[in-house]
């Protein structure tokens, strides 16, 4: 029987399962029982979106794009703003340095000025700003500013209400549904004559997303300590996926009662998924 799992990858120390393999296995057994995956409200990021105001074209690099391309953001026409995703761990932290960077260069008067872009050049702006990019309409982009009350994962709530300015606007926009699971590994361990006793354990998120253009769909892992940053609440109701540890899919709690519990694997009849022989 093939394994979702590359043995070239690993050594006698570590055990490599994929992810995309795993959220295969997830894929053809709902949708061979006409299911869905429930999807989990992720939490939103708080950026700044700045109006290029002076009539003049602005020029600069993304911080967070490495591939050198320069972002050009007009001075005229039906897009030109720049949007600003901000530095820091939590909702607060973002929002503070909006505020910081607003104070700092006058945001909210003079939007996209030419001091705001300097600073992003020379490296001044990059302890608040983690990435510059555009263009977009300011107008359109601003208005998707929301007021967000958001849970996170101890039940403590941070409100956000966006700051709207003639030139500079700052927020959060609702969070965003996505599909995520919680895989748990079946591991048993057996002492001196003793019941085999499964270990407790949190697993590893595995998150979907969905290129918007190809629809081409691919996964990511987050460790729990940051998953339960990035899904707040949403956390403990997530999917829960359990997974032999040579990677098959045994049984897939949806969290809204309904439990799919597997006699044997699924979904690898032949190569389907590319699973090797």
């Not at 709902?30 to 700045?50: F, G, S, W, Y």
Request: charged share 25%; net charge negative.
């Amino acid at each position: 029987m093939p394994t979702p799992f590359n043995e070239k990858a690993q050594s006698w120390k570590e055990k490599i399962i994929d992810g995309d393999k795993i959220w295969q296995q997830v894929k053809h057994i709902l949708q061979t029982r006409n299911l869905e995956l429930p999807e989990t409200a992720r939490r939103p990021d708080v950026r700044l979106i700045l109006d290029n105001v002076s009539g003049t074209d602005k020029m600069f690099r993304n911080p967070g794009d490495h591939s050198n391309k320069a972002e050009m953001i007009p001075g005229t026409g039906d897009k030109t703003a720049a949007m600003v995703m901000v530095k820091g761990d939590t909702l607060t932290e973002q929002f503070n340095n909006a505020k910081e960077l607003d104070a700092r260069y006058g945001l909210s008067e003079n939007g996209l000025s030419d001091t705001f872009v300097q600073a992003l050049m020379s490296g001044e702006a990059l302890d608040l700003v983690d990435e510059a990019y555009g263009p977009a309409p300011f107008d359109g982009q601003a208005s998707k500013l929301v007021d967000v009350a958001w849970e996170d994962a101890d039940g403590n709530v941070t409100d956000i209400n966006p700051v709207h300015g003639e030139a500079c606007a700052y927020g959060a926009r609702a969070p965003a549904n996505e599909k995520a699971f919680r895989t748990e590994f079946v591991i048993y361990v057996q002492g001196t004559k003793t019941t085999p006793e499964k270990i407790e354990n949190e697993g590893m998120v595995i998150a979907v997303s969905e290129d918007w253009q190809t629809g081409a769909e691919s996964t990511r892992p987050i460790v729990p300590s940051v998953a339960e940053g990035f899904y707040g609440q949403g956390y403990d109701d997530m999917p829960v996926v359990e997974v032999h540890p040579d990677g098959y899919v045994t049984s897939i709690d949806l969290g809204n009662g309904t439990v799919i519990d597997l006699n044997a694997p699924e979904g690898f009849k032949g190569d389907k998924f590319g699973l090797g022989s």
